[in-house]
């Protein structure tokens, strides 16, 4: 990426730190929101990556050479529960994300890497859907935006 930026250009980069968090208290340790990310980051990283890079994004832009970083955190809500009108639809947006694409997800990393059984992960992703529509729980993980610069008397 450092090689492909211009002098005094600029990169930007996404993503997210995977980890549920609850600000009012209703995510439990043991909920199956928190096993699903956590099933999911045990699978990946047994196929060597990393599933929350957000959180490496500073790091990564400092070893690289690039300056002027600059770090954005933006809370995402899973389920319909936000009170604030654009939160709503964000978590409203998220959910329906979450719920179509599970299967999709889980599956082949699940029954592949982790070797469990198709039913066991049928069970499993019903119970995490279930939890989500449910919006007892009031989670939100969160999307990082970085961006750093290339120093203007770096050689291309």
Do not use: P
């Given at each position: 990426m450092f090689n492909h930026t211009r002098p005094g250009g600029w990169v930007e980069l996404q993503g997210y730190d995977a980890q549920y968090r609850s600000d009012d208290g209703t995510l439990k340790v043991e909920s199956y929101l928190n096993q699903y990310v956590d099933t999911i980051d045990k699978g990946i990283s047994k196929m060597g990556k990393v599933l929350s890079t957000g959180p490496l994004f500073e790091g990564l832009l400092k070893d690289a050479g690039f300056i002027n970083i600059h770090i954005h955190t933006y809370k995402l809500p899973i389920g319909t529960w936000p009170k604030d009108k654009k939160m709503k639809e964000v978590g409203t947006i998220n959910t329906l994300q979450y719920l179509e694409g599970m299967e999709a997800f889980s599956y082949r990393l699940l029954t592949s890497v982790l070797d469990w059984k198709l039913e066991e992960v049928q069970v499993?992703?019903?119970?995490?859907?279930?939890?989500?529509k449910s919006n007892k729980v009031h989670a939100y993980y969160t999307l990082y935006v970085a961006y750093g610069q290339k120093r203007k008397d770096d050689e291309e």
């Open positions: 499993f992703n019903a119970k995490v859907a279930e939890e989500i």
